[in-house]
């Protein structure tokens, strides 16, 4: 039976440190508490729960986190009453450590995989027990955590999140990701399926596909089969109301035929690719485990392109890796001008505890990392500037998201993920519009909706307008 105070509403404030795959997991723990009546607040105020959903990837992600623990204990001796979980990565790797150096700051820590036991978690916390909880369990927590209410998936946009794919085995030296998300796991398809007919059916026009590596998916069918991320993309292809599909982060080594061939087979997956190759440097991906070379990877790069020649690239690179010369940051250089980038990410190397890297020699200094980090963003700056201004005079599909910041302005995304902003009524939210690209600017580019001369075809579009 549920006690009053068990179903009185209660306020639940989520910060999401990290990845996408933090941002999907907050939703999900979000759900978990939703049948309990906790509803979801953006006042930190307001909250009987506060959760930090936590990364783990660099130093001073995990740093926050502690830095955050201290600013919410201000926050409760100035009479504020609320609960503070751990969640995520650094729940995970350092979950005992932070009840230790956090003691009476904090009320439960829990990693990435116990999310599904949320209520339980709280309810001990709730009789007084400091809970930490870092096992991984062996029941699915997907199976255990509920659905979202289709009003709760509209707020949260047209393009939503779906993680099919979980940890890593790939072991590159600098990463913490094996040890914090544990070994590859892939959810069944029919699992998947279910969650995306959900998310559709409330609206959602957009997938993005999740895992740490998702193109190693290898989910299990209804009929035992093994299915691959080029075949599991063509069965949410054929869900009706969906108009996008997308998938990050991949492993050059997983770019298989057959997801290489979806690209060009399949209109719904998007021509943009997240395509991380860390270092252009063959000593350098070497001594990081990355078991690719960069020959291999710009190999990659070239049957991706016969298949799809229009496909966007994007990249993650580290500089001062421990060993990194000057010569090698150069060819990290050589390759970002030799792929052309659409977009990318760069990170200074970060020592991490546990993983090879930490107890390699030839750490490379600080001053060092910063110059190579300030000319690679130049670079890559340059690169995405120069993308945007190729697609100056093409018109594009473009998914119309939201309501752009001027008034009478709508926005939306490219097939390349590049953030468009038009002109055009509200109504358009949720459809996709040919426009032409006018101009280029350094975050954003700027379209005109392509009028069309029937009638008849302009109906047809609004006709597929989310209510
Ligand atoms: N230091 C710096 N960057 C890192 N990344 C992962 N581990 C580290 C580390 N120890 C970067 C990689 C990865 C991205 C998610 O974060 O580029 O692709
Ligand atoms: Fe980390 Fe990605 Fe390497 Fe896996 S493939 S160890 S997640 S960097």
Known sequence: MTSPTEIRPKKLFIKTYGCQMNVYDSDRMADALAPRGYEPTQLIDDADLVLLNTCHIREKASEKVFSELGRLAEMRKDGKNFMVGVAGCVAQAEGEEIARRAKGRVDLVFGPQSYHRLPDLIARANAGEIVVETDFPAEDKFEHLPAAAKAVTLTRGLTAFLTVQEGCDKFCSFCVVPYTRGAETSRPVEQILAEARNLVE??????????????????????????????????????????????????????????????????????????????????????????????????????????????????????????????????????????????????????????????????????????????????????MRDFGKSVVGRTLDVLIEKKGRMPGQIGGRSPYLQAVHMAGPERLIGTVQPVTIIAAGNNSIEGKIVTRPEPKTASVIESQAVA
């Open 202 to 383: 409330a609206g959602v026009r957009e997938l993005t596909l999740l895992g740490q590596n998702v193109n190693a998916y290898h989910g299990v069918d209804a009929r035992g089969r093994s299915v691959g991320l080029g075949e599991l993309c063509a069965r949410l292809a054929e869900l009706d109301g969906l108009a996008r599909i997308r998938y990050t982060t991949s492993h050059p080594s997983d770019m298989t035929d057959e997801l290489i061939a979806a690209h060009r087979t399949n209109p719904k997956l998007m021509p943009y690719l997240h395509l991380p190759v860390q270092s252009g440097s063959d000593t350098i991906l070497k001594a990081m485990n990355r078991r690719h070379s960069r020959a291999d990877y710009l190999r990659i790069i070239e049957r991706i392109k016969s298949a799809r020649d229009d496909m966007a690239l994007s990249g993650d690179f580290i500089v001062g890796f421990p060993g990194e010369t000057d010569a090698d940051f150069d060819a990290t250089l050589s390759i970002v001008r030799e792929v052309g980038y659409a977009s990318a990410y760069t990170f200074k190397y970060s020592m991490r505890p546990g993983t090879p890297g930490f107890s390699m020699p030839d750490q490379v200094p600080e001053a060092v990392k910063t110059q190579r980090l300030a000319a690679l963003n130049d670079l890559i700056t340059a690169g």
